[in-house]
């Protein structure tokens, strides 16, 4: 994967160097609760906002384990406290989002720009997951986004909590979610759950080691 690629596109001077952390399947979860843990530690962030970012992360994720045909993702974590700015990504070089959804008979006949669209909408999935991750994702830059952007293949698509736009970019093979969001913002939590509670409480709540606060 292209380390540096990310970092000049995604982080480009910003200081001190984002947190990168590798996950596979084995720590997918040890790496989403010490991201947690981690903005939870600092005073500066709005504690809703991490707890909106619980909602989403984990299944973001999952995504990459689930879908991409890899078997490990990469993540990175930037804080900015002068300008009260949270900038996250989770990337793979796998399959790319296209041909992750075009699996699912529903959505064989679909073009890239189309699918990377449909992927913030409820229940969109390949057929292997709960399909709500990068909904509630959208959910929460709604209530404290700057933006979500999703890159996949050769088109990238900017959702700024109302709209979305799509465009053809240079070619990434896999797929990059970069969450932009505003760290001083209070606003409900539960609205990032809106509408897929119980796609969230199936994945983590029947498990006592998940409750992070």
């Known amino acids: 994967m292209n380390i540096n690629r990310i970092l000049s596109e995604y982080f480009k001077n910003v200081s001190p160097t984002p947190t990168i952390e ?4 084995t720590t997918l979860f ?15 962030i709005e504690q809703n906002v991490v707890k909106g970012l619980a909602f989403c992360l984990y299944e973001v994720l999952d995504n990459i384990i689930t879908h991409s045909g890899k078997k490990n993702g990469i993540t990175m974590l930037h804080f900015d406290k002068e300008q009260s700015r ?21 959505y064989k006949n679909i073009d890239e720009p ?15 997951g709960m399909g709500f991750g990068l909904f509630s ?7 404290a986004g700057i933006c979500l952007k999703i890159h996949s293949g050769s088109h990238s698509m900017t959702f700024d909590g109302l709209k979305s736009e799509i465009k053809e970019s240079r070619l990434w093979q896999g797929t990059i979610v970069y969450l932009d969001l505003h760290s001083n913002v209070d606003f409900d939590p539960d ?6 509670t119980e796609e969230y409480d199936e994945m983590f ?3 006592e080691d998940t409750n992070l606060w």
Not at 137 to 143: A, F, P
């Open 114 to 128: 189309t699918a990377i669209t449909l992927c913030i909408q409820k229940n969109v999935t390949d057929g292997n």
């Open 86 to 106: 949270m900038r996250l990504v989770v990337a793979d070089d796998g399959i790319g989002v296209w041909k992750s959804m075009s699996q699912n008979p529903v």
């Open 30 to 44: 040890s790496v989403y609760k010490h991201i947690i843990s981690t903005l939870q530690k600092v005073p500066e």
């Open 22 to 25: 590798m996950f596979d399947e």
């Open 191 to 196: 609205e990032v759950a809106k509408d897929c």
């Open 205 to 207: 709540l029947a498990d």
């Open 137 to 143: 994702t959208s959910r929460l830059v709604t209530n």
